[in-house]
Each structure stands twice: as structure tokens, then as C-alpha cells.
């Protein structure tokens, strides 16, 4: 047993002192899982001989409490839009200026004035989506572009429904559905939005992130999920359509962004004078299959990508997309309430 | 001169003494990385919940504490018993129960087997009982949803045997959970178990049939007693971690339905309620820390048998 | 002493209970290892046999470095584990009660208590203060947390493996003289092999599936493998993923079958 205590001993030791210090040319990304392109990373490396590492979360709650806490090393993360005010606001980013770097002007218009960060003081667009129907039209052929379909299911589906299990973006669409605005603080409405939800609940089969392996295989015949996933699920199995809730429909961007204590703020520049590169861009958005807020980075992408209905939204349902927002603490805590009462 | 008893007293001090030593590595490592940092959780819970998920510093509050038992109607302010939190607690509860229950029926003839193997082979089968489990659980659990699911193969074996025709819907519902949690903590009831039956005296199981009894009387009142710390080891070690179970809850349960652990960390998460989840989580440990101090005082008295 | 015609040992069932447990237990695990081969990215509908799933889990960095964190992580935290669980277990049972031993017994359990996301926050807030102080942000911070919830996972089948041995080969090689260091060595010791072996077993693979305290407490480029699986939940997994796992499945059965012979010579 003793040779197993001093490999053991020597195992520890080794690890202990391979706790990395900034070494030169490092950057440390800290992003959600399988959302970064390892081929545009590896680009990244070569062209400005960095070396890079790539952390994962799975929640934007999970990432503000590991930079809120300190001590964690990184340089960039990658916020979704309706947080990137929490972040502001705590005072965890750098404002880097990214309207002032070079590559800056590919950046879409649409996307240079947003209302969580005007003028782009602080973030660079990662990655954009919505979220919305997903269909086996096999099952089902009426109007797709509603969220009847799994608030009010015809009766086809009920059974076969998947939502997705985000607070925010089940609550916004069912708000616009009965007719409200997010964030609104209507307890009429809200009620309503509870007893809604409540009540189609035991409709749905699940709530639940495996989309792209169950949607294509049949165990769900609709999904109000997100759209890149949905994508995916139609190149596995074309009876799969997509549709825009015309009542309204969150949009979501997730946005590089420096942080304020990080130890490669160079490198990081570098990172996000790079990704607004219409080639890298496009070589983020192939890998997990959504659109990226670039110009001109369709030319780059996938074939099979530049007509997707899925990434390109069509003109009368335009308006019905609205980014998620950020809503005051007192809301969240009521949302949050709504939301473990639906789930109990 | 010292006298018997005063010899006695000082060899029972010194063995005291030691037997603290002994236990000190154990205690010091929990301590800094289990139970200290619980003090941050403790004080957490008094605390006014910030804006943003965490605390503000310097606030102090009651809510949290309140909130675990309490609540206000969403949108009467009528004060009420939370009884989303107490349905929640209830399912798991259940769900633990049995977990525990269906562990010990598989995993007592499990580990019966192995400790009436050759001497030279049971190591062998106690590997062969743990190596599923050293792969990883979220692949676990994807593999299990392949075979609970609806064209999944237990469906397709029932419905080949003809014993069904139309799929059964378990995947996505409690019983999904029951047998993902059966499943992952099988080898905590087993090894237990085995460790305590490896040494199991058959002399005394010759003697009971020696004496008349049936294979039934030697298992109830022979086996079973002599194995008891296994039993209870097993036991604690499957239900309390399952009560705070959250992986298995969200991927197989199809995330319907909430366990404890989900409620929990649902606080720290978009619920942004972290002195909530902090007196959710030291009142279940107060629970049950409690509970197992009455029943080492009580019931685990050293059962030293003479030869 | 009469030879029985039938076998004391046997329990009518248990054995046909105990094949069919292992063949539940290696259902899953066939599963796992046959869709490692599926041709189609799919991870539950099959497409054909393809071995192209290893070739990309041998080109993804990301992955290896995360898998073999995990292992490591786990030795260390099991050994540290088990050595000091097999101490604490010695030290609290087989006496009379003393005071502080109710206390003793529930705080070496008290891991087990708690749901793992508070430890996990606890920790966070507790580490990452040191780790400001300090600078240093190596694997010892990991390590230390999972030795922590491992120890009561050693704890309890060693205990109960001390509470069903009798002390009396302990007080006949007390008779002959020995030293109660020697007397433990080489009575107590191998006498709990079975226990130290299950508190072991135990020990690494709850380290190894750990996945929330690991999220909270790692570092940059700390991944396991659990947590990087935790990140790809949200978007598609893989049968790469799979690959990986067959991988490290065949290397533990080949250590496992290696240390089987090895012992079976020392015997």
C-alpha cells in the first residue's frame, strides 16, 4: 500500500504546483459549453501565437457567481443580453470600447444600438437566436407560427410537447399571448399567465434540453425551443418545419465581453477585434448552428445555413421578436414565485 | 497505589485522548472544506437576498427563514403554509423512501453473492459491481433514457414478449426518476452491505439449521442481525444524498418535477434567492444530523462478540 | 461435523437476484459502449456501425484534458479519503460511548447532509477569497473539496466492516506480545481489507461524477469531465462523449484485471 502513498503524494504535489500563473500570450475564455468553434480558436491562436483556454458554464447564474466572487482567472465571458446590465451594473466588465476597434464596422446595424448596451461600450455580438416552434409536420399540419401550440395544443400534440425549462423565456411568451408586455407587473395578467401555464402543463410531455436528439427521433412531436436546435432537428428530419409565434417571441444574444480584473486585457481586444471578422464569424455560427450579428459573414457560413428560415426571420413576424430585458428585482422575485408554482 | 479503578480511568482517558487523534485528519479536512464554509451559508441565510442573486453585506433579515415554512400568496398577499415547498419536500421524501427500499432488495442478494464467493474472486466481483460506475453519470444517464424510453429496449422486449402492445410512458415521470436513482446508487447500498456480510460467521448459520430453524428464521433472525451495520450504513448512504438529488430529477424526470435538490438550487440560480436556499438546505441538515446523533447514541452501541 | 447435503449458504433466490442486478447494472453500460459506434450523431437512434467517434475523441484535446482531470482528481481525493476514514473509523466505533461521539459520527457525515449546490456556493465564496490572497489557483483547491465529500463515503462501509469483526484475534495477538501498532498492522489491517477496498471503491467514483461543487470551485481550464458534459446538456451531446467513456472503461477493466492476477499470485 505504500508505493500507493507516494504516487498519490507525488500526484498531489505536481498538481498543486501546475496551478498555472498568467503565462505569456494566454487567454482565458470563459463561455457557455459547446458554443465555441475549436477551428476559430485554433486561428485565433496562430495568427496571434496565444494560447488559449476555454472554461465552461451551463448558466448565466453559475458564471455571475463564480466573477462575482473573485479569484477566478478569467478574461472574457460570454453574457446574454438580459444580464449584461446585471454585469454592467456590479461593476464586472471593462468597458472596452469595442465601437472603437477596427473590424467594428461589420457589425450589423441592427445590432450596434441595443437597449442593454447602447452603442456597444462594452460587448461584441457572440451569437444570436430566438426562440420558437418546432413541428413534426408529419403529426400536425395547421398554422405553426403561434404559440397555441403548446399553450392551447390541438390535439394532436398533446403528449408529444417539449418546452423549454427557462423561466424567461416560457413567461414572455405566455405574457404576450394573453396580450401583455414583459415585465409588467399586472396582477390580473399574471394571474391569468399562471392559471395558463398550469393548466397546459400537464399537456406537455417535457421540459426539457435534449431537443435535437428527441425531435427528429419522434419522441416529441412539437417543442417551443430554440431555434438553432430546432435547425439542427430539420437536417436530421425534414418534416420538421419552423414557426415565429406571432404574438411575440424572445430574442436572445449572448455577447463577448472583458472583464475588469482580467490579466490578458491585450489578448482580449485582440479576441474581440477578431470574432468581428465576417470569416471568423461565420465560422462561429457553423459550429453551433445559429446566426451571428456580423455583415457579411453569410457569404462564409454552410451552404445549408444562408436560407435557413430558422436564421433569417421573415419580414411580418419581424416585429414580434423582442429581446429578452432585464426586469427590476421586485418582478423577478414575483416571476420566480409563478415559476415554482408551475414546476411543483 | 493507585488503586484498579484508577488505572482503569486513566487508561480509559488515554484511550479517549487517542481515539480524538486518531479522528482529527478526518474532522480537519471536513471541516475546512464541508463544514466551515457552512458558516458562509449560515450567515447567508440572516441576510437580506441582493438584487442579483447573492447577498447585501450588512443586512440582515429574517425572510429567508420565513419563506422556508411561509408564504404570501403571489397575488393576495394571504399568508400560507408554502406548500409548494412542502409538495416538493413530500416527493422527495417518497421518492427517497423507496429508492432506498428497492436498493436493498436488489442489493442484499447482490451482496450476499459475492461474500459467498471463493475468498479469491470477490474482490474481482466487488470491481466488477463498481466499474459501470466509473463512467460518467451524465453519460449514464443518457444510456438509461435509452432504455427506458419509448422505443427504447425495455419497452421493445415487453412489447416482443407480447406482454404489451402500446409503449409504456416511463421516461419523463417519477417512476423515470425511481429507476435512475435505484440505478446510480446501487453500488452505495452493495459495498456496505458486502463489507459487512464478508465476515459473516456461517458457523452460526450451521447452528441455526443445526437447531431446526428454516432457511427463512436463519435469514430473518441469524443474517440479518449479524449484518446489520451494513444494512444501516447502506441505508444512510442511499437516502440521505438522494434526498438532495438534482441531476437525475432534471435529465430523466424530463424536468417537470421538482425535487428538493432542484428547489434548492433553483434559489442559487434564476431564482436569486440564495438566503432561501440556505435555510432550505441547513434545515434539511439539521433534520437529519439530529436523527443520526440519536441513533448512534441509542442504537450503535459496539456490539463486541466474544469467541 | 456431518456434511450437509444442502449448502447452508444458499438463500433461495438471491443468487438469481444477484445475476439479474448485474445484468441491470451492465444494460445501461452495453448501451453506452454499442452507440460509442454509431455511425449517425445521434445518441439514441442507431445508424450503423462507425468507429469515427474515437478518431474524434483522440483529436479533442478539450475532452482528454477534462477525462483525465477527473481521474486524478478522484485518485488523490480517494486515497486521502480512505486513509483518514479508516482512522476516524477505528477511532469512533467498537467503545463505549464517549462525549463527542455523536458528535464525531455527524460531522464526519454531515457532506452527506447537505444538498451539494450549497457546499458548492460555500465553497465558492470560502476559496475564492483565498485564492485572491493567495494566487494560487492549481487543482489543490478541487482536490481538498472532494476529499472532503468523499470521506464519509469511505467512512461508512469501513465502519461497518469494524462494527461485525469480534476482537478476538486483537486481543490474542495482544496475548502474544505485540505492540498495538504491530497488532494493528498486521491483524486489524488485512481484517478490513474487505471495507478499506469498498470505502476506496466508493470514495473515487463519487468523486468522479461529480459535478456541481466542481462547476463552483474550478479554476480556468479546470474542466472535468462531468462539468465539460454539463456544458454541452444545453446544446447536442455527442457520441464522442460515449467513445470517451468505452475508452476509460476498457483501460479500468484492464488495470482491474491486471491487479486480479497480480493479487491472485500473492495468495
Not at chain 2, 47 to 61: A, C, E, I, R, W
Not at chain 2, 252 to 257: M, S
Request: proline share 5%; hydrophobic share 50%; with cysteine.
Amino acid at each position: 500500500m505504500r508505493w500507493k502513498t507516494t504516487a498519490a503524494s507525488a500526484a498531489i504535489a505536481t498538481m498543486a504546483f501546475a496551478g498555472a500563473a498568467a503565462a505569456e500570450g494566454a487567454l482565458n475564455i470563459y463561455n457557455w459549453g459547446d458554443y465555441t468553434s475549436p477551428e476559430m480558436i485554433k486561428k485565433f491562436e496562430e495568427t496571434y501565437k496565444v494560447k488559449v483556454t476555454i472554461t465552461d458554464y451551463d448558466s448565466n447564474d453559475t458564471a455571475l457567481a463564480k466573477v462575482r466572487a473573485g479569484g477566478h482567472g478569467f478574461d472574457i465571458v460570454v453574457p446574454s443580453a438580459n444580464y449584461v446590465p446585471i454585469w454592467v451594473k456590479e461593476g464586472l466588465l471593462l468597458e472596452a470600447r469595442p465601437d472603437q476597434m477596427e473590424n467594428f464596422k461589420n457589425v450589423d446595424e441592427r445590432w450596434v444600438d441595443v437597449p442593454w448596451d447602447p452603442g456597444r461600450h462594452y460587448t461584441v455580438p457572440w451569437q444570436w437566436g430566438v426562440s420558437g416552434i418546432g413541428v413534426n409536420t408529419k403529426v400536425y399540419g395547421g398554422d405553426i407560427n403561434t404559440s397555441a401550440i403548446w399553450l392551447d395544443p390541438p390535439a394532436e400534440l398533446v403528449g408529444k410537447i417539449n418546452v423549454e425549462p427557462e423561466m424567461n423565456d416560457v413567461l414572455f411568451a405566455t405574457i404576450r399571448y394573453l396580450g401583455g408586455k414583459w415585465c409588467t407587473d399586472d396582477k390580473e395578467l399574471l394571474k391569468k399567465v399562471r392559471d395558463k401555464l398550469v393548466e397546459a402543463k400537464p399537456k406537455w410531455l417535457a421540459m426539457d434540453y435534449s431537443v435535437t436528439e428527441k425531435l427528429p427521433a419522434g419522441d416529441y412531436a412539437a417543442v417551443y425551443y430554440w431555434n438553432g436546435a430546432i435547425f439542427r432537428s430539420r437536417l436530421k428530419n425534414p418534416d420538421i418545419k419552423f414557426g415565429y409565434p406571432k404574438e411575440g417571441y424572445p430574442i436572445f444574444m449572448d455577447s463577448v465581453a472583458i472583464l475588469k480584473d482580467a490579466k490578458n486585457v491585450e489578448n482580449a481586444k485582440l479576441f474581440m477585434n477578431f470574432i468581428m471578422a465576417p470569416e471568423n464569424a461565420a465560422m462561429i455560427s457553423a459550429f453551433a448552428k445559429y446566426a451571428n450579428g456580423i455583415k457579411g459573414s453569410v457569404d462564409h457560413m454552410p451552404a445549408e445555413m444562408k436560407d435557413a428560415p430558422e436564421l433569417n426571420v421573415p419580414a411580418e413576424f419581424k416585429d414580434a421578436g423582442e429581446f429578452l430585458a432585464s426586469c427590476s428585482p421586485d418582478i423577478v422575485a414575483l416571476y420566480s414565485r409563478i415559476w415554482t408554482d408551475i414546476n411543483k | 497505589m493507585a488503586n484498579a479503578a484508577e488505572i482503569a480511568d486513566s487508561a480509559r482517558t488515554r484511550d479517549i485522548r487517542s481515539r480524538w487523534l486518531l479522528s482529527l485528519p478526518a474532522l480537519l479536512i471536513i471541516f475546512v472544506a464541508a463544514v466551515g464554509p457552512l458558516f458562509v451559508m449560515l450567515a447567508y441565510s440572516f441576510m437580506v437576498k441582493g438584487d442579483y442573486g447573492d447577498v447585501k453585506p450588512g443586512q440582515f433579515s429574517l425572510d429567508g427563514w420565513f419563506s422556508v415554512f411561509m408564504q404570501r400568496d403571489i397575488f393576495d398577499d394571504t399568508l400560507s403554509l408554502a406548500d409548494a415547498h412542502l409538495s416538493i419536500i413530500w416527493r422527495s421524501i417518497r421518492l427517497s423512501l423507496m429508492t432506498t427500499a428497492l436498493t436493498l432488495a436488489l442489493g442484499f442478494p447482490t451482496a450476499y453473492f459475492i461474500s459467498t464467493r471463493p475468498r479469491a474472486s470477490r474482490e474481482m466481483w466487488v470491481f466488477l459491481v463498481t466499474i459501470p460506475f466509473w463512467t460518467n453519470l451524465l453519460i449514464r444517464t443518457f444510456a438509461m433514457q435509452q432504455v427506458i424510453r419509448n422505443e427504447g429496449v425495455l419497452n421493445g422486449a415487453l412489447m416482443w414478449l407480447g406482454v404489451i402492445d402500446q409503449p409504456l410512458q416511463i421516461m419523463f415521470t417519477d417512476t423515470a426518476i425511481l429507476f435512475g436513482m435505484v440505478y446510480v446508487y446501487l453500488p452505495l447500498m452493495v459495498l456496505p452491505l458486502y463489507a459487512s456480510m464478508e465476515k459473516l460467521d456461517f458457523r452460526l448459520v450451521e447452528a441455526g439449521y443445526d437447531l431446526y430453524a428454516g432457511r427463512f428464521q436463519v435469514l430473518w433472525r441469524i443474517i440479518i442481525p449479524l449484518v446489520r451495520p451494513g444494512i444501516v450504513a447502506g441505508s444512510i448512504l442511499v437516502f440521505i444524498p438522494s434526498l438532495g438529488a438534482y441531476v437525475i430529477p432534471r435529465v430523466l424526470g424530463g424536468g417537470k418535477n421538482m425535487m428538493l435538490g432542484n428547489l434548492i438550487e433553483m434559489q442559487f440560480g434564476a431564482g436569486r434567492n440564495w438566503p432561501l436556499g440556505a435555510a432550505l438546505s441547513i434545515t434539511l441538515m439539521i433534520v437529519v444530523m439530529a436523527a443520526l446523533m440519536v441513533y448512534v447514541r441509542n442504537v450503535a452501541r459496539s456490539d463486541v462478540r466474544h469467541g | 461435523m456431518a456434511k450437509r447435503y444442502f449448502d447452508i449458504r444458499s438463500q433461495p433466490g438471491f443468487v438469481t437476484i444477484a445475476m439479474v442486478t448485474f445484468f441491470l447494472l451492465y444494460l445501461p453500460i452495453a448501451v453506452l459502449v454499442a452507440y460509442a459506434f454509431n455511425a449517425s450523431e445521434s445518441m439514441t437512434s442507431w445508424g450503423g456501425f462507425s468507429v469515427r467517434w474515437f478518431g474524434d475523441a483522440w483529436q479533442n484535446q478539450a475532452v482528454q484534458d477534462a477525462a483525465w482531470r477527473s481521474f486524478i482528481i478522484a485518485g488523490c481525493a480517494a486515497t486521502i479519503a480512505t486513509i483518514t476514514a479508516t482512522m476516524a473509523a477505528i477511532a469512533t466505533t467498537r467503545t463505549r460511548p464517549y462525549p463527542g461521539l455523536g458528535f464525531k459520527y455527524a460531522f464526519i457525515n454531515q457532506p452527506l447532509m447537505v444538498p451539494e449546490i450549497v457546499t458548492a456556493v460555500a465553497l465558492l465564496i470560502v476559496f475564492s477569497r483565498i485564492k485572491v490572497w493567495t494566487g494560487y489557483s492549481g487543482l489543490g483547491y478541487l482536490v481538498l473539496a472532494h476529499t472532503a465529500f468523499c470521506i464519509p463515503f469511505a467512512y461508512l462501509p469501513i465502519r461497518a466492516r469494524l462494527e461485525s469483526m469480534d476482537t478476538t484475534l486483537e486481543a490474542a495477538a495482544a496475548d502474544l506480545y505485540a505492540t498495538p501498532w504491530a497488532a494493528f498492522r498486521r491483524v486489524t489491517l488485512p481484517l478490513l481489507r474487505p471495507g478499506i477496498i469498498a470505502g476506496f471503491m466508493l470514495a473515487f467514483v463519487i468523486s468522479l461524477d461529480d459535478v456541481v461543487i466542481t462547476e463552483f470551485v474550478k479554476s480556468g481550464g479546470q474542466d472535468t469531465l462531468p462539468t465539460y458534459m454539463l456544458g454541452q446538456l444545453r446544446r447536442e451531446a455527442t457520441p464522442e462523449v460515449n467513445a470517451i467513456a468505452t475508452a476509460f472503461l476498457a483501460l479500468s477493466v484492464l488495470l482491474v484485471t491486471v491487479f486480479y492476477f497480480i493479487n491472485r499470485k500473492k495468495d
